[in-house]
């Protein structure tokens, strides 16, 4: 469907006179005068003889306009451009003033189209619609040449509908919105789609005569319109050019317009009318032209022109143009209008409140600047400048401010008092005073040194951690005996879950002292620590200047939280900047590069946490105090849990604790089972998890009793006892015991023990550490350290070949020599490159020691060995596996099996000595877990054995070794 472009030009419709013209509806003009009792325009008249030619179908009478709208309506188009060049010059002349006349449509008859998309038209209206195609405006041009031309003008049926655009075909959505850019255009569809077309068109719309043609810019021309009357179109007339429709005069009903309801619908659409005048519509002049030229005792017009005059959606007012009882016509134009009233008064309502808004803005901004006047003249106000360098002075009074960094601070008082306050130099000055004088510059909290005060407050946070509690208390008593605080670097290491960061706020309430906590996990930026240059938009200081201003304070605790996991980027190496931060001997002048001045952070009290010490740089591990938190055994993670998590899981589940109670045995099971690892997060979580399914049970038998009572009538006891089934049912289907049932049904305290823990959290997640009751030969028990605790490590060997070429069972495996000669063996289980070195000496010293002892056995010479050591998927490293391998080696070649409660750990030399190795407290735990009876030690690490408390020493036998020879006799019998 191609698109010639129609679109109306004004926004509204002009209104005329209807001082002599009827509404175009010539079958009531005797009627409202008052002259005849008969309707000229009943359906025997409408229906005369059909031999009438074209011309005599129209009765044209001369229709006198109001004054003056001629030579307004003229004036509106006297600037209007020439007829564009397509337009033929001999018809030039149509170009002027026709007047309209008013046409009374006696029989059905063919009239041209023209589709309406912003609103309808009503008789009595002018109604202008510009033509872009120069084809379509030739074709009206040369039918005005012939004489009147009559059209008839149907709104689009999807007109202010919202799927008018967006539920269209693509090609459809794009010429309806081009028509509604254009100001509701409309379209001349081709001939095939001419039925298509015609059936989106409402079927009553008004009959135009075109009265006048005006020249557009852009080749388009202005039609102009004048509505005479009411038309239903019947049926499309085929025709090339023009969309034509067969069109027959709507006869209205006859009524008494003398009528009560009739002159009181004309009333109320009266005064409405002059209501919307008084609150000043859009519309004003319209409406006042219409008050002024429409004889309010006309009904017909007073309806037409009220539903034309409103902004309604174009639907509605499609409805009362449809409408053909007058009495039924009017309530629906007085309903518009009464909307309209009402829209325009709440929009009023909107403005008035803006206004009130912007005027008491606009007052108190004049009285604000009025005031400053008055009190700038009185002396009672100083500006600006003066204000901010005044609170600056104010913050320093009672601090004691270094002479370097007061020095700094009078140069910048002085410098910002120059300046003019909109320079983007006086808010970098502004900014840096305010962060110099924000600092407590002398400021110190009082240290509480109480000895039994500080020991009650780390008792009462966390338990064990005797190691950390008594370097506090060290602390407290020097600083007691010095009679003044001072600043320590401390570390607290160990695996994670251990109380490494909690521990830190305790510690600061034990001193009475401020707290700040940042952590650096992944830092990467140096500015973050020692601060931005002020040249830079944005500029902070860094995170300890941050720390003095946030606690107010020269003397907090500062917890520096994962500093083993310090990054290192293009903006520089944060662990190279924590150094002079670190450093007591140079923390006193800490240079942060935003404040440029010294400040002395020797008073502060630095905590530091890591997991390892291995990606700690050495110059910076040197700098702190390290205090090593090895994790807990069993007995303490029971009474940790008992102690601390499970009334603080409670609190935080709603529940008290006559509702849930814990056995040992079931705390024992927990740790043991489900919760190994050195820390106490997990064991947090599965404690907090039991209590959130004993939250559940209770809760679900709670609400299945008030089910139960609630209910009154059959159906709702009913629906209760089935609800109440199925709560039980799910009871029964997730806690299985029937003590717990008896439990929760009767009220009485859940409780947790060993027998019932699978039912609240499932199957055991960790097996026995143990994988041998009985060692074959060639299998030994190491101990191992863990970022995450203590564990046992198995060593196994095994002869896979025979250098000498005599078959075996393993003979055809692929074996690489890893020394010199016919020896010759191979490691697996996942191993770093330590305890790769540690297996090549431990197989060097049992060939060299085995040779020594027994020269008959050829063991090694004549066997290919296989070490392996489980998990395989477990990464493992390190050099304390060395006295283990030598013992796996020789049980291989001696076949003699290792007892399985023996345990060892400690580093071999290819000399046999037996050195000293890490993580004792972890390894005696993870034996104790698993059963061991005798563990084999350095020497050198008697005293970490002697350190170890009693229950973790219970059960178990110690033998300390510095020579490995010394090792067999424990080993091996005889």
């Known amino acids: 469907m191609r698109n010639p472009g129609y679109s109306q030009s004004n926004f509204f419709p002009f209104v005329s006179s209807f001082s002599s013209t009827s509404d175009g509806n010539d079958d009531h003009s005797e009627h409202r005068n008052k002259d005849s009792d008969t309707n000229p325009n009943s359906n025997d008249n409408a229906t005369e003889s059909t031999s009438l030619t074209d011309s005599e179908k129209f009765e044209e009478v001369e229709a006198d306009r109001p004054d003056g709208k001629d ?15 397509a337009l033929s010059n001999a018809v030039s002349s149509l170009f002027g003033r026709t007047t309209p006349q008013r046409t009374a449509l006696k029989e059905i008859t063919t009239v041209p189209v023209l589709p309406i998309f912003h609103r309808p038209s009503f008789p009595g209206v002018l109604v202008p619609i510009v033509v872009q195609d120069v084809a379509i405006a030739d074709e009206f041009i040369a039918l005005k040449a012939l004489g009147p031309v009559m059209a008839g003008l149907f709104l689009h049926k999807k007109v202010g509908m919202q799927s008018f655009v967006l539920n269209e075909d693509n090609e459809q959505s794009a010429n309806l919105q081009e028509r509604q850019d254009s100001s509701a255009s409309s379209a001349q569809p081709e001939s095939l789609e001419s039925q298509t077309f015609a059936s989106a068109l409402h079927r009553v719309g008004v009959l135009a005569e075109l009265i006048k043609i005006v020249p557009r810019a852009k080749n388009s021309v202005e039609l102009i319109f004048w509505c005479h009357q009411r038309i239903r179109w019947l049926r499309v007339v085929p025709s090339t050019k023009l969309l034509k429709f067969e069109v027959e005069p709507l006869v209205e ?28 519509t859009m519309y004003k002049q319209q409406v006042e032209l219409l008050l002024h030229a429409v004889d309010i005792y006309n009904p017909y017009q007073l309806a037409d022109l009220g539903a034309c005059l409103t902004t309604a959606d174009p639907q509605k007012v499609q409805e009362v143009l449809e409408e053909l009882d007058l009495e039924k016509r009017l309530a629906k134009t007085l309903s518009l209008l009464v909307s309209e009233l009402e829209t325009i008064r709440v929009q009023r309502k909107i403005n ?65 008092s120059t300046l003019d306050p909109s320079s983007s130099e006086y808010s970098v000055t502004r900014n840096y005073l305010d962060w110099l004088t924000a600092l407590p510059w002398g400021i110190h909290t009082t240290d509480i040194l109480q000895i039994s005060r500080a020991e009650s407050i780390l008792n009462r946070d966390h338990y064990a951690m005797d190691d950390v509690k008594k370097r506090i208390l060290e602390f407290v008593a020097v600083a007691h005996l010095r009679g003044a605080n001072q600043g320590k670097i401390l570390l607290l290491s160990g695996p994670p879950g251990v109380g490494k960061t909690s521990i830190g706020k305790s510690i600061a309430s034990a001193l009475d002292r401020k707290f700040y906590r940042f952590s650096v996990g992944g830092l990467s930026d140096v500015a973050e620590i020692k601060g931005h240059r002020r040249t830079y938009i944005g500029a902070m200081p860094g995170k300890f200047i941050q720390a003095l201003k946030m606690t107010g304070s020269s003397n907090p605790v500062i917890m520096i939280d994962e500093i083993d996991k310090l990054g290192r980027g293009y903006q520089g190496d944060p662990a190279s900047a924590l150094l002079e931060a670190l450093d007591p001997e140079q923390n006193a002048n800490f240079m942060d590069h935003y404040l440029d001045t010294p400040v002395d952070l020797s008073h502060v009290l630095f905590i530091a946490t890591a997991n390892v010490l291995d990606t700690i740089p050495p110059p910076l591990l040197d700098r702190m105090d390290n205090i090593r938190l090895p994790g807990y055994v069993l007995d303490e993670k029971v009474k940790i849990a008992s102690r601390y998590l499970i009334p603080n899981a409670r609190t935080e589940c709603g529940l008290s604790g006559s509702q849930v109670v814990f056995r040992t045995s079931a705390l024992q099971l927990l740790a043991q089972k489900y919760c190994r690892e050195a820390g106490v997060r997990n064991l947090k979580q599965q404690i907090e998890k039991i209590l959130r399914k004993v939250a559940l049970l209770l809760v679900r038998n ?50 947790v023990t060993e027998n ?88 060097s010293f049992a060939v060299r020691y085995l040779k020594r002892t027994d020269k008959t056995n050829t063991f090694f010479e004549r066997n290919s060995i296989h070490i392996h050591i489980p998990e395989g998927a477990t990464p493992k490293d390190g050099p304390s596996a060395g006295v283990t391998i030598i013992t796996a080696l020789l049980s291989l070649a001696l076949d003699k099996p290792v007892s399985a409660d023996i345990g060892m750990t400690g580093e071999v030399t290819l000399t046999g000595k037996v050195l000293s190795v890490g993580g004792i407290r972890e390894k005696m735990v993870a034996a104790q877990r698993s059963g061991l009876k005798t563990v084999i030690l350095p020497e050198s690490n008697r005293k970490d054995w002697e350190e170890l408390p009693d229950f973790v020493q219970a059960n178990i036998t110690a033998h300390f070794v510095s020579q490995y020879e010394q090792l067999l006799s424990v080993v091996f019998e005889n």
């Open 702 to 751: 709670e609400q299945a009793k008030s089910l139960k009572q609630s209910g009154s009538s059959t159906s709702v006891s009913s629906m209760n006892e089935t609800e109440s089934s199925l709560s039980n049912q799910r009871l029964s289907d997730l806690h299985k015991p029937t003590a717990l049932e008896a439990a929760v049904k009767n009220g009485t305290a859940i409780v």
């Open 71 to 85: 030579n307004a309506f003229d004036e509106t188009h006297n600037s209007s451009s020439s007829p564009p060049p």
């Open 756 to 843: 019932n823990l699978s039912e609240f959290i499932g199957r055991p997640q960790i097996g026995d550490d143990r994988i041998y009751e009985t060692t074959p030969p060639g299998v030994a028990t190491g101990l191992a350290w863990t970022s995450a605790g203590g564990a046992t490590l198995y060593i196994e060997t095994v002869s896979v070949a025979e250098i000498d070429g005599e078959d075996t069972a393993d003979s055809h495996e692929k074996v690489s020599p890893r020394s010199s000669g016919t020896r010759g063996f191979k490691a697996t289980g996942q191993m770093g490159d330590v305890m790769k070195e540690s297996v090549d000496i431990a197989y």
């Open 253 to 280: 009903e006859r009524v008494d317009m003398q009528g009560q309801q009739i002159r009181a619908y004309s009333l109320a659409i009266v005064e409405t009318l002059k209501q919307l005048l008084e609150h000043g």
């Open 352 to 416: 008035k409140q803006i206004e009130e808004n912007l005027g008491k803005a606009q007052r108190k901004f004049f009285l604000t600047e009025e005031l400053k006047t008055i009190k700038k003249e009185l002396g009672l106000e100083k500006d600006e400048k003066e204000t901010v360098v005044n609170k600056f002075q104010n913050r320093l009074k009672d601090k004691t401010v270094p002479e370097a960094a007061q020095r700094v601070i009078d140069e910048e008082l002085t410098k910002i």
